[in-house]
């Protein structure tokens, strides 16, 4: 395999690399002509999330706070890290959705590189080289660009770089920040120093106390301003997988799978070339078992927790998955150069390569036809006519509350308990309708036709009919057909807030 490799040793041995080689330039080139146009493709596919994250950060640039309910000491956002540097790129432009797009293009570039420089130290920059170009063009983490996963993986990704480049302090903070961007970096972040304190028992306090530094000062800080240092999104989202209402995160795993595999067969080229990738891991640099473990025991304890399934969480795995292919990639060359040593080594592993590109490329032509994804402009449009129409103080209940909720700037009672705490326990029994039964919000937002699960015990109900009237359609493609319910006897009034 290293008879494929110019670039056999690593000169210095410190990160980052002094020198660079004539494939290290190869593959900056490849993230600098990949990168842009791919961000752009994801850009225009607005999710539906990362929109709460955007209303963080936009109340925090106006004056309102780190909270999504101005006076609402509420952490619903998983990632307050990612909202506290829009908000402070709001000073800036005022357009979140491209500032998250730039910061995360950025980071995707940046995860790239430092995988093939993790490879490269372990002596496999081809197979860093092939990981770097099938993570910069997978799908999943394309549609996750929105959210704060690629500066989450750049981070943790930086961590590892530093550690394995004898500077556990940088390591440190780079996973400190990697963990407020997102609690999954805790693992991580055990992981890295759970070895630097097994291997320098006696020195090793330094890294701790950095990593403490950093992380306590906000655990302190969000237990203080929310009374807890947790996000309420992950008591939420552990009430949503017990009330059954949503698909287990095994399941989803499997279902997404079966999704790509679906849109294109060339997916099962990657089962082929992962075998090849886990034998070699038999003689390969143990450390990568620190990389590999981490993406396992995030995902345990995600199923342990009961957390449902969510397409941004597997995007997660995605880098470890790219590792263990190209790895296979050059394995597979390896043994097919046995057999025709004629054959030139660079060609077979591009040969080898190909399938995993024509796979991955294929849900991402499809995307670039969607301009938005289907649900944006709808909930758009209901949101900005909301802010111009309704009461400023009025308060709105809805189950998907990123975009409507970002648009209408108004006060939100969330049905699935994000930012609306109270509804946890009651969503566990799965008594979706109590936010508005109780809270009695001054308008209701739901599908028409209505969410089965999510929705129909709500709008079917004998006292909704009673208390609420529709007063307005909000035509889309289905199943993002919105029906606006109002409050009887609610005294109305139109205004814009700040929110």
Not at 157 to 162: C, I, S, V
Request: proline share 6%; net charge positive; charged share 15%.
């Amino acid at each position: 395999m290293r008879r494929f490799c110019r670039d056999r040793k690593i000169r210095g041995g410190r990160f980052p690399i002094r020198s660079v080689s004539p494939l290290s330039l190869k593959v900056l080139l490849l993230i600098f002509v990949l990168c842009p146009p791919l961000v752009y493709c994801f850009h225009r596919v607005q999710m539906d999330d990362p929109y709460i994250t955007f209303r963080y950060a936009r109340n925090l640039t106006e004056g309102h706070g780190l909270f999504y309910n101005p006076g609402e000491s509420v952490l619903g956002t998983t990632s307050p890290l990612f909202a506290i540097l829009l908000g402070l790129g709001g000073h800036v432009a005022r357009d979140y959705a491209l500032l998250s797009s730039i910061v995360s293009g950025v980071a995707l570039g940046a995860l790239a590189w430092l995988t093939y420089i993790i490879l490269r130290r372990f002596k496999e920059p081809i197979a860093g080289a092939v990981a770097a170009g099938l993570i910069i063009t997978n799908p999943l983490m394309g549609d996750a660009l929105g959210f704060e996963l690629n500066l989450f993986l750049a981070l943790v990704f930086g961590g590892f770089a530093a550690y394995f480049s004898g500077r556990p302090g940088l390591a440190a903070a780079l996973l400190a920040l990697a963990s407020l961007t997102r609690g999954d970096g805790l693992v991580p972040s055990g992981v890295v120093l759970g070895h630097h304190l097994w291997k320098h028992r006696e020195q090793g306090l330094l890294p701790v106390l950095i990593f403490g530094a950093i992380f306590g000062s906000w655990f302190a800080y969000a237990a203080y301003t929310y009374g807890s240092p947790f996000p309420n999104t992950l008591a939420a989202k552990k009430a949503m997988g017990a009330s059954g209402l949503w698909r287990t995160y095994i399941e989803g795993a499997l279902r997404i799978g079966f999704v790509y595999l679906r849109m294109s067969p060339a997916f099962l080229w990657f089962g082929l070339v992962a075998i090849f990738g886990a034998a070699a891991l038999l003689v390969f640099d143990r450390r990568i078992w620190m990389i590999l473990g981490s993406v396992l025991l995030t995902s345990i304890t995600y199923v342990v927790m009961g957390i449902p399934e969510g397409f941004n969480y597997y995007a997660g795995w995605m880098p470890a998955l790219m590792i263990l292919s190209g790895i296979g990639v050059v394995k597979l060359a390896e043994l097919i150069r046995l057999q025709w040593p004629a054959w030139p080594g660079k060609w077979v592993v591009i040969a080898a390569a190909l399938p995993l590109l024509v796979a991955q490329m294929t849900p991402i032509l499809k995307d670039i036809s969607i301009d938005p994804e289907p649900r944006y402009e709808i909930y758009r449009q209901a949101g900005e006519w909301l802010n111009l129409e309704t009461p400023d103080k009025a308060s709105i209940a809805m189950v998907e509350i990123g975009i409507l909720g970002y648009f209408s700037r108004r006060k939100i009672v969330d049905i699935c308990g994000l930012v609306t705490p109270e509804v946890g326990s009651h969503l566990t029994s799965r008594d979706v309708s109590w936010s508005v039964r109780t809270l009695k919000p001054d308008y209701v937002i739901l599908h028409d036709p209505l969410w089965t699960t999510l929705e129909g015990p709500i709008g079917s109900a004998g006292w909704f009919q009673e208390d609420y009237t529709k007063i307005k359609t909000f035509d889309g493609e289905e199943p993002y057909i919105l029906a606006l319910y109002q409050k009887r006897n609610l005294d109305t009034g139109t205004g814009s807030t700040q929110q």
